[in-house]
């Protein structure tokens, strides 16, 4: 079903498609450009959060910190591809790509972490969101994904390091 965006300044002429059958709900350019994809419980995680502390907090379990780390993440069919972290936490990993997998699509992920490079984690992921152009010039397209499988080992260095790096932020 697609819903024409009329009023809401700023964003007139987009047009929003939910599909039911993947529980997805997409945003489309004026022009018909994909522009993103939500699965439908990023809508209601973001819907059910007030402000922007509460959405963070509400949307994740673990804290996320900017961090840039090589990974590989493999797909289903087996395709591989390298690519660069846009943030990381205990939960997941935004990934860096100019052609995002859809919400939804099991993956594999490969990855080390900066203080400890010659040790990889390998985690199983599942694609949360997705962001298909970049935003304010400074958010690079992606897709967020969700741990659904991961070491408790290198979970618990995700958390220190996220925590390290967190607080080292707030002390500059």
Known sequence: ????????????????????????????????GLLGTLSWGAVIEQSLA????????????????????KVRYTTPEGRQFDSLTGGIGAGGLFIESSAPLAPGTEISVEFALPDRPWEKHTAKAKVAWT????????????????FTNIDEKARKELVELVDALNRSRLAT
């Open 1 to 32: 079903m697609k819903f024409h965006v009329i009023t809401t300044e700023g964003h007139e002429g987009k047009v929003l498609e939910m599909n039911a059958d993947q529980e997805v709900v997409t945003l489309y350019s004026a022009t018909g």
């Open 50 to 69: 007030g402000d922007d502390d509460v959405r963070f907090a509400h949307a994740r379990s673990h804290p996320r910190a900017p961090l840039a780390v």
């Open 131 to 146: 962001r298909n152009k970049p935003e304010r010039h400074l958010l690079f397209p992606g897709m967020g994904v969700q």
